[in-house]
């Protein structure tokens, strides 16, 4: 093996061509791999699992609605094709994520090799083994970035074959898929300005003709790319995604262009969510990076008879492509940080292709086997950096405690990790890092720690927070539900009332909405209105796993348990890690007296969220009313540990000590449920049972 030459390129057969393809797939394979068996991460719920536009409508809503957060129908098409394949289950998505990657690293060596660069396939195995895509390939929500160079990818070698053969059909192929590019992602919409350049390296020279030739794939990268930004201000106008000036967003975009490339050219201490660099319009040091591009430029064009011309061009599609997301035009990500290794999948290419051509050229001096040696050492090196990189987006707990251990102050990390503690029961660890989250101003951050407040039993507390995220975002839907949850269990389901029919009508917000109305039924006792709402919850939105398990929960009060298992099981199916459904199959099975099944069900619960105080409290009851009363007390103690100011519980803890003899420990349990509670009737006669049963 040897770094790959022009005269290499001139020579390679059909064999040739088919194994240094498969070559390029099994490297994406084997580099993230470790990815395939990886779960669903951050926000591949808005893309996926929650994304309505995979819904059976979903084609017509992809092309023809703006029911979608970006104009990418390419996109939605494909993971509305996914969903029937696949559904709730990532490793298919994973594996054609991993693939189409391999397939732009196959697009790229034939690319290269049609522009005559030296060492075409080691540098696109470079950029298919590379770490800083791992945040591409090894995350199911890329596949629009992958989509859109592949894409971009085959436009380019359609534009050249026209150009060699004057094919009127190719040139309208080029055309078409470089329309579908920008329909998959907007990412590649500077590829008129790369064609111009591959056309300035091919030919040595550009004329009039040349840009009249590119004219209409610079119309459709102006259209797509208004529309893109329509789609985003449409999205985004209740959001402020950046406050920095014209200035200080230029010298951002300096320092970001060159952190690129030394992040390409040293893949080190990557993170999902860099630190926010301390850019300063007073600081000399902000200035150096356009102070180094002009020295660049002027070295390239001093040199450009020879090695300048590589320079030049390799870094010139880097440039370019890397324009759009450098910070002058608003991207969501921004909030988190102005830095992301996914923005640079696409100019990469520039770097990539010139680090690989340098490579080749210094090595074409050197024997066969030592330049053989080289190419496996770097593609090794490469390779075993995204094994492990590729291994943090296997979890969003790996992904996030790794995300923390580089930027400690992420607020996305802070907030998405201290919402996985909540879950899990940690209320106190969910507060520590909810906390310095929150403090940023960030909504979801807010809403997140008023949550907790409220569980640690700071209702006032928690609505401060939830109003101070209504001044902000007035129609914050996530807010307006919140805001009804504190206010009805203030003993106020007026008002409640109000905030759950304003949701009525915000779009993506009906379900919620209905989920409120729904506990206001529950709490009125007007049992029998509550499934005809739920149902229309879950009509709006048949993923709504909480509207299924509401629904369960609503046919169980009725009686009506086969209809209430149904509705059960649907929200297990849409996230089987979701406890609180199978303890309703459990109350299920206790109404039908299965008790095998009550304690198998209860032991999925168990595994599943051991320290869910909600469902640990009704394991607890179930164990009790099957009599079981020690593992009854397991249950409530862990709904003690996370809620400790839940008068109920510490009741439910003193009739299972006494059902154990345990009579000192009843009496002091019951002693804290009045604490808690002073007007509990109930636990005041269990007091005085106890008390009366005390030896003297």
Avoid at 390 to 409: C, H, I, M, Y
Avoid at 435 to 458: F, I, Y
Avoid at 478 to 490: F, H, P, V
């Amino acid at each position: 093996m040897h770094l790959p030459t022009e005269q290499d390129s001139q020579t390679t057969g059909h064999a040739g061509l088919l194994l240094g393809a498969l070559g390029l797939v099994m490297l994406a394979i084997v580099a993230f791999s470790p990815a395939i068996r990886g779960e669903f991460i951050w926000d591949d719920d808005t893309h996926v699992t929650r994304n309505v536009l995979t819904y059976p409508d979903g084609l017509y809503r992809s092309w023809f609605t703006t029911d979608q957060p970006n104009y990418w129908p390419v996109t939605w098409t494909a993971f509305w094709i996914q969903w029937k394949l696949w559904g709730l289950d990532p490793f298919g998505y994973h594996v054609v994520t991993i693939f189409l990657h391999g397939a732009c690293g196959v697009m790229l060596w034939r690319v290269l090799r049609m522009l005559g660069i030296p060492g075409a396939w080691f540098a696109a195995a470079i950029f298919t083994v590379h770490p800083v895509n791992a945040q591409t390939a090894a995350w199911i929500t890329q596949q629009k970035n992958i989509l859109s160079v592949l894409f971009a990818l085959v436009s380019l070698l359609l534009v050249f074959s026209t150009r060699e053969k004057s094919s009127r059909p190719a040139y309208a192929l080029a055309l078409s898929a470089f329309l579908v590019s920008l329909l998959a992602k907007t990412v590649t919409i500077m590829l008129p300005f790369v064609i111009l350049g591959c056309i300035w390296w091919r030919e040595k020279r550009l004329t009039a003709k040349d840009l009249l030739w590119t004219a209409p794939f610079f119309l459709l990268s102006l259209l797509l790319g208004l529309n893109e930004i329509w789609f985003q201000e449409f999205n985004t106008q209740a959001l402020t995604v950046r406050h920095d000036s014209l200035l200080e967003r230029t010298l951002m975009a300096g320092y970001a262009h060159f952190f690129y490339i030394a992040r390409t050219l040293l893949p080190v201490d990557l993170c999902f969510v860099y630190a926010k660099p301390a850019v300063s319009v007073q600081t000399v040091s902000a200035y150096l990076p356009f102070a180094a591009g002009a020295i660049l430029a002027g070295v390239g064009l001093w040199k450009i008879r020879t090695w300048g011309r590589g320079l030049l061009f390799g870094l010139g599609f880097y440039s370019i492509a890397i324009l759009p997301v450098l910070g002058f035009m608003n991207i969501y990500f921004m909030r988190y940080s102005p830095l992301a290794d996914h923005w640079q999948y696409f100019a990469m290419i520039g770097t990539v292709a010139l680090a690989g051509a340098s490579l080749a050229v210094a090595s074409s001096g050197l024997p066969r086997p030592a330049a053989a040696g080289l190419a496996v050492l770097v593609l090794a090196a490469l390779c075993w950096l995204s094994f492990e990189r590729s291994g943090v987006f296997a979890s969003n707990e790996l992904l996030w405690q790794d995300t923390l251990a580089k930027n400690p102050r992420s607020t996305l990390a802070n907030n998405n990790y201290g919402l996985l503690l909540l879950g899990r029961g940690d209320v106190a660890g969910a507060r520590r890092h909810l906390e310095p989250a929150a403090s940023d101003g960030n909504p979801e951050s807010r809403l997140s720690l008023a949550s907790v407040l409220k569980m640690q039993g700071d209702t006032r507390g928690a609505l401060r927070l939830v109003e101070t995220v209504l001044q902000s975002v007035p129609d914050n839907p996530d807010a307006i539900y919140e805001l009804g949850r504190l206010r009805l269990e203030s003993g106020d389901p007026g008002r409640a009332g109000e905030c759950f029919r304003r949701l009525l009508v915000v779009k993506g917000a009906a379900a919620k909405g209905l989920l409120g109305l729904a506990a206001i039924a529950e709490l009125g006792g007007r049992r029998e209105e509550i499934p005809g709402l739920l149902e229309k919850a879950v009509g709006v939105d048949p993923r709504n796993e909480n509207a299924w398990h509401e629904l369960g929960r609503a046919n169980l009060g009725l009686g009506r348990l086969d209809a209430a298992a149904e509705s059960f099981r649907k929200a297990i199916a849409l996230n089987p890690r979701f406890a609180s459904p199978y303890v309703g199959l459990a109350l299920v099975a206790d109404r039908q007296n299965d008790a095998g099944e009550v304690l198998r069900l209860v032991g999925k619960v168990a595994e599943i969220n051991p320290a869910g105080p909600d469902v640990n409290f009704a394991c607890g009851e179930l164990m009790l009313a099957r009599g079981k009363p020690a593992a009854a007390a397991g249950f409530y103690a862990k709904t003690a540990a996370v809620n400790p100011l839940y008068p109920d519980v510490y009741n439910n803890l003193g009739i299972a000590c006494g059902s154990l003899g345990q009579v000192d420990k009843a009496i002091s349990y019951f002693s804290e449920a009045l604490r808690l509670n002073p007007e509990d009737g109930k636990a005041r006669k269990n007091l005085e049972t106890a008390q009366g049963q005390r030896k003297p």
